[in-house]
């Protein structure tokens, strides 16, 4: 049988910490020396034995005596095997909270018996059932402060269901327990007589998972890889299968293609389960990208534009209306606007109110509109919930509650770029760096691929060397230092086109491997080095400005490829040889590498 | 050959976590380069090279390093020459920084820690690595267990473990701000038990010093000077993993760096150690 993972939530000091490490410790899983380790920590602070320090490993959870992040331990029951999620329950730390807790199957919510429901077992409740969890054992703990009282008990335990059924939480059961006693956690407890009902870890072993639905196939493609002359899709089998010959719809372009081969390595395989993760080859040459979405062609996920969300928020930075994010959705990232905040809730009451921003923590209902369309499900789990991400940082999830369908989107092709590019808000460009011996061919092939890309509707802007010499670069001279800084200052000019939505195309000898490194640190992972090569007897017979004769006959001094050295890039993105090709053909393959790109970074 | 899971048997909980490590690995391939992968030769990050594998069809697509402090067991530099040989590693060594270049009132066990420390920091401002994937475990020590998928790490190298981003369902921060990195970990969920088994079902190599020679055996592999072997008859390893299901020492009782102070492991990775 497999590992439940289950998370132990509630208000921050209601014992979770101390709950879980008893677990383990009433249940043999304390390693040896770990009490006595325990032992030494609490008594170097002054104080009784502190098991939550197992847990609480951090030096300063140890010294405020607060879970910051979320950790994780096994144990065995007579049953089976647990992983149990001790989640932070203070307000500072929900984001950590949430991380733990999305990946537990069933919860333990834990609340103090003196002090009974507080906002923040309220908060907790709700993003359990945000998160999806189908239902909670809750554990009254520190049963030693009511004086065992079955009277307090019962009104806790009445206050929690109520709570828990607002939150639309399942509840599996209430046990009165004493954590740090072990009170009902593994063994029952003759302190409270009156509790007839099973421990906490009883109460565990007793829930089942429920049953598994059968779902629609969906292949989520999380990239594509070439092996030999294949192209493999691989992705995760979210739900469904997926066999040889089942003919497949991608979304959001809708094409169809036939399954050809199931690809795992080492061995061969001609179908595979939902929770695989896998590669298909396919019978068509469908331009297919990450975050795509294959699916049987009756029932594919739905295409929308708009959504409605229920969305928790998580970044100390508010949100707003009009916000611009990224979505992520199962594999696939697009840009959506935060159209409306049409309500948040009230943890203190669960009522709804309006709110014209989110506070971190908030819980709240929101349209969403994106540029493209988002390929999602609102049944099933994987295309049903998503995350946000705000300048690369994430800042929020939720579940998708309602989606407006969009019509399918057309198959892109080269003379799309422009209408597309400009349909999205603030789409980076890049860098096309190209580098090689003086008359190589750099500056004709940077002027053919601007010139094409034009016609393609692609803004695009060519940094030669010479020109910049004129202006930018114009206090700079030919040493070492000089050339080095002339390359520095042009890949920070290049970056910055970058930024501001450009393709921005390099032309320059840039003979060094570290100054080529520093510009493509300056944009990185929008930097591609294309390494122009020629031999030096083709590009001397060239000599289009008669530099060579003159470094030839010593008029100029530490001239590159004659006596100054030229350092080869190692690992090119692209390599145009203009020896091999005439100048058409080497543009020609410049011009689909670069378009290849703008396909696969759009 | 291992026997893969028939095409209508549900997955089992071995499965399960190997397409969880395929995902981490392809998500972290496909959204951040330069990427690189730390290899101590130990049984968590063998296996995770075998996983690679897997996961890349039959190739590692990045560079893999060793944080070599020339203190490694004979037998350990022997099986790494093999498996870079037998599965075509791009294998790049990275001699760590003497012992005479670290903080002298560190403790001996904590000098080598970094002594790795200092070397991995070099490696990555080098290569210019955006991510690094490690094979570290949650169950292996507490302040692991805290550790995030994918970690952001400062400019330089530090854990800011306090503000940790979240991560949920398959959703993780996969970018760190400028000069920072990211610490990849598609491991985290394994425990000691789950490797062993994996190392079993798959038929993947490991280092012999594992198993029991004259009564003891290693547990956790590290530098020959602050690692020791552990009692133990388990010479196979099926009798391996019969010891770990009854054992109540920890994983880490043989690395002196753990045991120092209270708090030393986890100065140490607040520092960047993995």
Redesign the interface.
Known sequence: M??VPIVVAGHVDHGKSTLVARILLDS?H?????YE?LL??AR?RGIAVELSF??D????ERDQAVT???????FASPRRRY?IIDAPGHVAFV??M??G???AAAAVLLVDAAEGVSEQTRRHALLLAL?GLPTCAVAVNKMDAVAFSEAAFRATASAVVAMLSAAGLACAGIVPTVARDGDNLVRGSARLPWYGGPTLVELLDALEAPEARERPTRFLV??V?R?GDER?L?G?VASG?I?EGMTLAFSPSRETATVTGV?????A?????A???I?ITIDRPLFIE?GDVASELIGPPTLARHVEADLFW?DAEPAHAQDAFVL?CGTRDGAVTLTAIRSVVDVATFATDTADRLARNDVADVVLHAVRPLVVDLEG?ALA???L?RG???VG?GRLRAATNAPAERPRSANVFASERRARTREPGFVVWLTGLPCSGKSTLAERLAATLAEDGVDAYVLDGDRLRTGLNGDLGFSLADRSENVRRTGEVAALFADAGLVAIVALVSPMRDDR?RA??AA??HFYEIAVQATLATCERRDVKGLYRRARAGELRDFTGIDSPYEAPAAPDLVVDTDVHDLEAGAAVLTDFVRALLLRRS | ??V??S???????L??LE?ES??IL??A??RI?PLGMLWSMGKDSTALLWIA??????TVPFPVSLLDTGMEYPEVYAFRDRLVALWGLDYRNEACPPESAVDPSLPPGGRAAARKTEGLRALIARE?W?GVVLGIR??E???R??D?VFSPRDPDGSWP??D??????R??????V?GGHLRVHPLL?W?EADIWRYTRRENIPFCPLYLARDGKRFRSLGESNITFPVPSEASSIDAIIAELETT???ER?GRAMDHET??AF?RLRAGGYM
């Open positions: 497999n590992t043999g304390f390693a040896d020396g770990k380790e030494a920590a170097r197992l847990l490993a951090f030096q300063l910051i992040d979320a950790t994780r331990v096994w992983e984001r950590h949430v991380s807790a999305a990946d998160l999380h990239d890889y092996r493999v691989v995760s299968r066999a690809v795992r390595f080492p061995e395989r001609h179908a595979a389960v929770g695989e993760e590669g990450p998580l992520r789990s919930r998503f995350a991400y690369g940082r994430i999830g490194a493509r640190a990185p992972g | 050959m291992p893969p899971p095409d209508s048997r549900a997955m089992t909980e499965d399960i397409a395929i995902f392809r998500e391939y496909r380069r594998r897997k996961a890349f069809l039959g210019r955006k949650r169950d020590q507490a302040t267990a805290k995030r473990f306090r940790q981003p979240p991560e949920f369902w959703y993780h921060q996969t970018e760190t400028d969920h425990t109540r020492q920890s009782a209270e708090d986890e």
